[in-house]
């Protein structure tokens, strides 16, 4: 067996030991936050199931926790983002030795039971709070994952938007699948997202993979480099194939099979369920016609260029098919069109 523990994980979240970070496009949000005058103060970090979301997030958390003048919160869309922020930021200023002069306390349990009275409160509250904190010169940082368009986000984000305006130094990233995204972005109430950048998240670099698996293993680059070449860049598939090879001491090849069991059960199944009924065959086309050619696909599925389109983009945004190359379509994730041939 391998020594020691496995350096790779199968948990949806976790910063695993062996990791490749986004520099770049983390980088990015980094970058601007800590100008003097950002350019943005909120980001939409989008990507496909398994493409590494909430690692980044915590990856932008501990960036901005490990400084004096920053508070950062972690929020969840599950419950009422307004009152979760005024006792998160009371439960870390305690911590934290700061006091704001103001008396946070009260009300807050009530304000947790009581929602439609209090709303007013809580806004009036956490406006109180962000005011106190700008005097103090400290910044807050904002970070909700799994977005959803639901009301408490609505709320939340309807209030931002106030913020902004009235100068507090307030920031927000949220990190969601495209769809839910799309959906909030929508919403007629909240045009300032719109302006709001996206960063979709890009495959990993192939060749940082292979100097993982080559350093990790003992792997020649050359076979270190076809076993990247398997995850295509697919952060989970790449934490998965490590995961498995280790438990098989070393041997990759050995692991193919449950290594697309583990892909189709914990992320494909889940993103399948999600495609409409024309989206499926959609996909079954381009899964069964070799060489990505559009032009073929379409002949397959007997489609016109303006009634494929559509589902092509669809695709795409979905983070599910890339469309770089002009003329051509192929699956961004790994194994993905074995798995649509079996599935429909």
């Avoid at 590494?52 to 009422?80: C, F």
Wanted: hydrophobic letters at 40%.
């Amino acid at each position: 067996r391998m020594k020691g523990e496995n350096p790779f994980t199968l948990t949806f979240g976790q910063k695993p030991v062996e990791f490749i970070s986004r520099t770049d496009q983390i980088g990015k949000i980094i970058n601007t936050f800590d100008m003097e005058n950002p350019s943005n103060m909120v980001y939409m970090i989008a990507g496909v199931r398994g493409s590494g979301k909430t690692v980044s997030l915590a990856v932008i958390g501990d960036h901005y926790n490990a400084k004096e003048d920053w508070i950062v919160l972690r929020l969840s869309v599950d419950m009422d983002l307004i009152s979760g922020a005024v006792s998160e930021l009371n439960r870390i200023l305690k911590i934290r030795g700061i006091d704001l002069g103001i008396n946070i306390n009260i009300g807050i349990a009530e304000i947790a039971f009581n929602k439609e009275r209090d709303t007013l409160d809580k806004e009036t509250m956490l406006r109180d709070i962000l005011e106190k904190v700008k005097e103090q010169g400290k910044k807050v940082l904002f970070i909700i994952d799994e977005i959803i368009n639901n009301q408490y986000v609505k709320l939340f984000v309807s209030n931002f938007q106030i913020y902004i305006t009235k100068n507090y130094p307030v920031y927000l990233v949220m990190a969601g699948l495209y769809d839910n995204i799309s959906n909030l972005q929508n919403e007629k109430s909240l045009t300032f997202l719109y302006r709001a950048p996206k960063i979709f998240l890009e495959p990993l670099s192939i060749p940082a993979m292979t100097t993982s698996y080559r350093t990790v293993f003992g792997l020649p680059p050359k076979e270190a480099a076809s076993m990247a070449r398997l995850t295509k860049g697919y952060p989970f598939a790449f934490q998965v194939l490590g995961y498995l090879t280790w438990n098989h001491e070393g041997d990759y090849e050995a692991v193919i099979d449950e290594y697309e069991q583990y892909l189709s059960e914990f992320v494909y199944d889940k993103i399948w369920s999600e495609l409409s009924q024309k989206d499926r065959i959609v996909a079954r086309g381009i899964a069964e016609v070799d060489g990505g050619k559009i032009k073929d696909i379409r002949e397959r599925l007997g489609m016109e260029t303006n009634e494929f389109n559509p589902y092509r983009k669809r695709l795409i945004k979905k983070g599910i098919l890339s469309g770089e190359m002009r003329g051509y379509v192929y699956f961004t994730l790994p194994l993905f069109d074995e798995y649509v041939i079996d599935n429909s």
